[in-house]
């Protein structure tokens, strides 16, 4: 089963840290553009970050540069995203998401079941 | 980079069809055709429902179609029925690598 489960949220103050994980599975992980996106709670979808298949190239919306990094481990099947400074505006469930291999950077046909970052004192 | 465009929300009774629109500018939606959608239920991952302005992944009914006109993107869902009731989102590559996603749709069936 094809198959994506994130892990990694919690609660932070602000300015903490977090790192979120996503472990993939029941694919050839290695082949795949991987996103996260996020969602703030009632709110909509906002992109935030993309890797290439070789974590060659990676790319950010501007409200995350310079904070979050994310990365990859080919040889675990695994999807990182470092995320510091954190700040209230952060909150959000965060998902990791498969690019399609005709549109690997605007299409996801796999989602994970996300993982919750509250930032809050 | 702006959100697209869309409407909070959107209805139909079962059986008839329901448009919604995506508007976006000649930087994004107009730019070319990597215009997705998806559809999200109450608490759960974001489905596909439609890659590359119009193509449909293996599993999403016909019933799903996906159409464009200079900066606005469209999805038509025909024959509505009770599960296509959802929150239902746009999003468009948006040039310097960027995606950039719609505020999102409520779909209720009346």
């Known amino acids: 089963e094809v198959q994506l489960v994130e892990s990694g949220g919690g609660l932070v103050q602000p300015g903490g840290s977090l790192r979120l994980s996503c472990a993939a599975s029941?694919?050839?992980?290695?082949?795949?553009?991987m996103t996260w996106v996020r969602q703030a709670p009632g709110k909509g979808l906002e992109w935030v970050a993309n890797?290439?298949?070789?974590?060659?190239?990676?790319n950010y919306v501007d409200s995350v540069k310079g904070r979050f990094t994310i990365s990859r481990d080919n040889a675990k099947n695994s999807l990182y995203l470092q995320v510091n400074s954190l700040r209230a505006e952060d909150t959000a469930v965060y998902y990791c998401?498969?690019?399609?291999?005709?549109?690997?950077?605007?299409?996801?046909?796999?989602w994970g079941q996300g993982t919750m970052v509250t930032v809050s004192s | 980079q702006s959100a697209l465009t869309q409407p909070p929300s959107a209805s139909g009774s079962p059986g008839q069809s329901v448009t919604i629109s995506c508007t976006g500018t000649?930087?994004?939606?107009?730019?070319?055709?990597?215009v997705s959608w998806y559809q999200q239920h109450p608490g759960k991952a974001p489905k596909l429902m439609i890659s590359?302005?119009?193509k449909r992944p293996s599993g999403v009914p016909d019933r799903f179609s996906g159409s464009k006109s200079g900066n606005t993107a469209s999805l038509t869902v025909s024959g509505l029925q009770a599960e296509d009731e959802a929150d239902y989102y746009c999003?468009?590559?948006?040039?310097?690598?960027?995606?950039?996603f719609g505020g999102g749709t409520k779909l209720t069936v009346l």
């Open positions: 998401a498969r690019g399609t291999v005709s549109a690997p950077r605007s299409a996801f046909d796999v």
């Open positions: 999003s468009s590559f948006a040039g310097s690598n960027n995606l950039v």
């Open positions: 029941g694919f050839t992980f290695s082949k795949h553009w």
């Open positions: 590359e302005l119009s």
């Open positions: 890797i290439k298949e070789d974590g060659s190239e990676k």
């Open positions: 000649s930087s994004d939606v107009g730019a070319h055709n990597y």
